[in-house]
């Protein structure tokens, strides 16, 4: 399926309810989101609309995945799969969604209180989820 088809009809809205009951089971989540490779949000949750730009957010992951992709090449490593960013408020994840071409990913900021294991585990999880809903 295409990035086009993927942003549209009711891929989409199943993509977008996932994301919804995503924040709401996994502790500290502030905000998720399902990207393209080349920067544009096909669907996001958050706790705090106020908080973030989802737009701005999805072209930086964009920005993030390429030059992660391009570490890892220069490295000499296959591909890369996750990015983690660690702060003192909390964690950004992102992680790519396994078998779907063109690449989308998931992107998973949290508070201090999130577990960085769970949320690992959980962002995994969700991402196979992802995998099965847009490949269908």
């Given at each position: ?63 993030l995945h390429a030059l992660c992709e391009a570490m890892v090449i220069e490295s000499g490593l ?59």
């Amino acid at each position: 399926m295409s990035a086009k088809a993927i942003l549209q009809g009711s891929t989409r809205i199943a993509c977008s309810d996932h994301l919804d009951e995503f924040l709401t089971q996994t502790p500290g989540i502030m905000l998720a989101q399902l990207t393209t490779a080349d920067g544009f949000e096909v669907a996001a949750a958050m706790r705090d609309p106020k908080k973030s730009s989802t737009a701005k957010l999805a072209a930086m992951s964009s920005s993030l995945h390429a030059l992660c992709e391009a570490m890892v090449i220069e490295s000499g490593l296959e591909t890369s799969r996750n990015l983690i960013i660690e702060s003192d408020d909390g964690h950004i994840v992102m992680m790519s969604i396994p078998k779907i071409k063109p690449a989308m990913s998931l992107m998973v900021v949290s508070d201090r209180s999130a577990i960085l294991g769970h949320l690992l585990w959980a962002t995994k999880n969700s991402t196979q989820t992802f995998s099965k809903l847009i490949d269908s």
